[in-house]
Every structure is written in C-alpha cells, then in structure tokens.
C-alpha cells in the first residue's frame, strides 16, 4: 500500500458506491444507527468492517492493542457509554485474534517503555488463570489460549460497566467474545459462559 495511491482508490470507492445508489453518502451523513459496538486489536491484519462483510454505518468500532478494556481507560470508557447510553447498541463485541503481538509480547520478558502498563493488564489474566494455562504445555497453543482467555476478561471488564449492567436488565443487551484467526480468515464465537460467569462476579461488581 503506497500512501500516493490513496485518494486515486479513495475516488474509486466514492464512484463504487455512488454507481449502486447516487444518494448513498447523502444518506450517509444523515447519521448513524449501529446495533454493534466492536471493540477490536490495531493489528493491521484484522481488517474489521471486511471481515464481518459489514457496510459503513452499521457497526461502532473501537480499537487498540490487544482489544483491551482496562476500568479506568477514558478512551474505552467513552466509547462504551456513547455506544450504549446513545447509539443504544444491542450487541458489544470484544474481538481477539490469534497471533496477537500484543498478547505475545505479553508473555516474554522485556521492557517496553510506555507499552508496560498497558500489557500488564495482559499478564493480569494470564495470572488470573494460571492454573489452567500451566497445564497447557504447547507454546503456540498456550499463546491462543491466553488470546482466547484476555478475551473473556475484557468481557467482564465491558459488563463491569454501570451503563452495561443497565442496559442488561432493562434491554437484554448482549455481550459476545471473538475471537479471528489470521492463519484461515475464520472468526470464531467464543460461546463464552456469561451467565455462569456473571453469577460468580455480580456479587462483586454489581453497581445497579
Ligand atoms: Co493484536
């Protein structure tokens, strides 16, 4: 991708979109309605939108490394209460994927500067299930497992949150776990237990 080609493929897309409906960005521009909220890796492989076949408009996306959640990032925080409190979201997905640097990074010892904070909160869930990620003896598989679990961990961030509770009760918001895998091209549903997992933290976390 050569960054002079941009806006010759940018005019190309415009012309794309406007063959199949002249009014498409007219539309476009009258606002947004999204029923998801995806909240996804910066990894220039997981090609959001293309990979759910999704048309601008229909999903809110945020994105950072390693798909995280932390309870006190503004970023994440805002994203979540816009998404539910306004755009009244029905769905929230957190979407991993396998292969995930940021996930690996977090399994080794190196200091990254800046990057430390942020990927401790990795090694936070790897602590939190170390008895089962122990028994995993394969390196690679134990680096998609620990994928799979940070995942689920950001869930329960994500259902953590005073504007997500609420909106479980009143509207039966939905929260799903993802997780895309670079070496097929497949996104896999995690089917996370939540009700089980909820059962065993709301008496902790429950705010409403
Ligand atoms: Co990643």
Same mark, same amino acid.
């Given at each position: 991708?050569?960054?002079?080609?941009?806006?010759?493929?940018?005019?190309?897309?415009?012309?794309?979109?406007?063959?199949?409906?002249?009014?498409?960005?007219?539309?476009?521009? @009258? $606002?947004?309605?999204?029923?998801? =909220?995806?909240?996804?890796?910066?990894?220039? +492989?997981?090609?959001?939108? !293309? %990979?759910?076949?999704?048309?601008?408009?229909?999903?809110?996306?945020?994105?950072?490394?390693?798909?995280?959640?932390?309870?006190?990032?503004?970023?994440?925080?805002?994203?979540?209460?816009?998404?539910?409190?306004?755009?009244?979201?029905?769905?929230?997905?957190?979407?991993?994927?396998?292969?995930?640097?940021?996930?690996?990074?977090?399994?080794?010892?190196?200091? @990254? $500067?800046?990057?430390?904070?942020? =990927?401790?909160?990795?090694?936070?869930?790897? +602590?939190?299930?170390?008895? !089962? %990620?122990?028994?995993?003896?394969?390196?690679?598989?134990?680096?998609?497992?620990?994928?799979?679990?940070?995942?689920?961990?950001?869930?329960?961030?994500?259902?953590?949150?005073?504007?997500?509770?609420?909106?479980?009760?009143?509207?039966?918001?939905?929260?799903?776990?993802?997780?895309?895998?670079?070496?097929?091209?497949?996104?896999?549903?995690?089917?996370?237990?939540?009700?089980?997992?909820?059962?065993?933290?709301?008496?902790?976390?429950?705010?409403?």
């Amino acid at each position: 991708m050569e960054i002079k080609y941009i806006f010759e493929n940018n005019q190309q897309w415009v012309k794309e979109k406007i063959k199949t409906d002249k009014d498409y960005f007219k539309k476009l521009s @009258l $606002g947004q309605n999204p029923h998801i =909220l995806y909240i996804g890796c910066s990894d220039s +492989r997981v090609s959001t939108e !293309e %990979l759910m076949g999704a048309q601008p408009g229909e999903v809110f996306v945020h994105r950072n490394i390693a798909n995280m959640v932390p309870n006190t990032d503004m970023s994440a925080m805002s994203v979540i209460n816009y998404a539910v409190t306004q755009l009244k979201v029905q769905h929230i997905v957190v979407c991993g994927h396998y292969y995930c640097t940021g996930v690996k990074a977090a399994m080794q010892s190196a200091d @990254l $500067g800046i990057l430390n904070p942020w =990927l401790r909160n990795i090694r936070d869930v790897y +602590r939190l299930h170390k008895a !089962e %990620l122990d028994t995993v003896t394969d390196e690679e598989e134990k680096y998609k497992r620990l994928v799979e679990l940070n995942v689920q961990e950001q869930c329960v961030n994500v259902i953590k949150t005073s504007d997500v509770q609420k909106a479980i009760k009143e509207r039966q918001l939905t929260v799903h776990g993802w997780v895309f895998d670079v070496h097929s091209g497949g996104l896999i549903d995690l089917k996370i237990d939540f009700e089980k997992i909820l059962e065993n933290i709301m008496e902790i976390y429950k705010i409403i």
